[in-house]
């Protein structure tokens, strides 16, 4: 059943993007904030139905009482699947995040137009310094336009159990842009695995963790991030049915 269902997702799913890509296009006459509310909208909003409808793919949000009330932050979040890269873009809740993404996204047909109008930043991850110098100019840019900004300091999309280690350039947009990190933990990897055909239906929980403060060391504050990062996750994971956290002995 769950083959079938696949099956049947991924042809909504990548026809349908493709879809909405055309039809889509108006919204470039709009400012980046006014364009990404109307893709949220109707592109999000398919997304979100084929989810639930097709896949039995729910999403439930916890720890929203951890969301600063006014001003500037940086979601950290943990990286297990595709699925999060297509919600946090499309969250009005969240000031509609802009998010950091591999540059190899936006060479995709059509649809590689989209996040460069979103005002997301798309990086080049092998050109070093230029690379980081263009990630926090797009921090700023989003800061000075009242958007959180969504970041997966790990860099790279990670299986639930398993270990990989942080990447650095967090900690210098930390320190720059002296605002507060909320990590931002979750199981999707459980239901939609990395470059996975096959999901899984079930609920995917985003747990928003306690804000780390502007100001601290920033070797401090990561180390903070991390434990908190991979403690909520292991445990959101571990619930959902999913593989502990491999630990080294």
């Known amino acids: 059943m769950n083959a079938i269902r696949s099956i049947v997702f991924n042809i909504f799913y990548i026809f349908g993007s493709l879809f909405w890509s055309l039809v889509l296009l108006w919204a470039f006459a709009f400012p980046p904030r006014k364009c990404t509310a109307i893709i949220s909208a109707i592109y999000g909003g398919y997304i979100a139905l084929i989810e639930r409808w097709i896949m039995g793919l729910k999403l439930e949000i916890r720890g929203l009482e ?3 009330k006014s001003g500037g932050y940086i979601i950290a979040s943990k990286h297990q699947s595709a699925y999060e890269t297509l919600k946090l873009p499309f969250m009005k809740q969240f000031d509609y995040p802009v998010i950091v993404l591999k540059k190899e996204l936006t060479k995709l047909p059509l649809w590689g137009m989209y996040p460069k109008r979103m005002g997301l930043i798309a990086i080049d991850r092998g050109q070093g310094m230029e690379s980081m110098r263009a990630m926090i100019d797009g921090c700023r840019k989003a800061i000075a336009d009242h958007r959180s900004i ?18 650095a350039g967090l900690s210098k947009i930390y320190k720059d842009l002296q605002v507060p990190i909320v990590p931002m933990a979750l199981n999707s990897g459980v239901y939609w695995g990395r470059n996975s055909f096959f999901k899984k239906p079930g609920t995917v929980v985003f747990e928003f963790l306690p804000p780390i403060a502007p100001g601290l060391p920033p070797l401090q504050a990561m180390a903070q991030m991390e434990t908190a990062l991979e403690t909520a996750s292991d445990r959101l994971v571990v619930e959902a049915g999913g593989p502990a956290l491999q630990k080294s002995a």
């Open 66 to 68: 951890h969301l600063p």
């Open 150 to 167: 969504a970041i997966f300091p790990q860099g790279t999309r990670v299986k639930p159990g398993e270990v990989k280690p942080y990447k």
